[in-house]
């Protein structure tokens, strides 16, 4: 499947899948599918294969397996949209963000069902804590294009609600420099 940058129809339509498939009220967007209700003219940010959700209110009960199958990277739903969903899960997207996570999303509803698209530095933070080389990059570009900057992500670190993170999240700013350092020459 080839990255393309994902827009609003695509969140529309990835929503409205997992509404039809888990029955779904209420869900929270994370990663580059999240930048898209923040930043939807920015093609090379949006670029990606997915969207990662966490549902908060399901309809009835549906397992991992049966998600990936029917919305997952090799589901019917993808070769028909050109993307996936990746059910990441709520805790693993809110549980280490700061107080206050919901009033900054950016919210949306669409069919009767609330999609917290989560907020730049809340993404940048889940970026932070996954400590991959691809989420470093991304970070680096958000902060190149001008989404978020060093000093917001300095004292959001300094906020974080588990301080034994801070020294982890400090090395992963680090990283995130180096990867700026390189862009600019």
């Not at 920015?42 to 029917?70: P, W």
């Not at 090799?74 to 990441?88: D, M, N, R, V, W």
């Not at 000093?151 to 801070?166: D, G, K, Q, R």
């Amino acid at each position: 499947m080839l990255q393309r940058s994902l827009d609003s129809a695509d969140l529309e339509i990835a929503i409205r899948g997992v509404k039809q498939v888990t029955g779904c009220l209420e869900l929270v967007i994370g990663g580059r599918g999240a930048l898209v209700a923040w930043a939807p003219d920015s093609a090379e940010l949006l670029r990606t294969v997915d969207f990662d959700v966490g549902i908060t209110q399901e309809g009835g009960f549906l397992g991992l397996k049966e998600f990936d199958e029917k919305l997952g990277i090799k589901s019917e739903f993808s070769l028909a949209h050109g993307f996936y969903i990746e059910h990441a899960g709520e805790s693993l997207l809110t549980d280490r963000l700061a107080e206050g996570w919901r009033e900054r999303a950016h919210c949306l509803e669409i069919d009767g069902v609330v999609a917290l698209c989560l907020a730049p530095m809340d993404i940048v933070m889940n970026k932070l804590d996954a400590r991959r080389p691809k989420d470093f990059e991304h970070v680096a570009l958000m902060i190149q294009i001008g989404i978020i900057t060093e000093t917001a992500i300095e004292e959001a670190i300094s906020n974080v609600p588990y301080t034994f993170l801070i020294p982890t999240y400090r090395e992963a700013l680090d990283c995130i420099r180096a990867i700026l350092s390189r862009m600019k020459t």
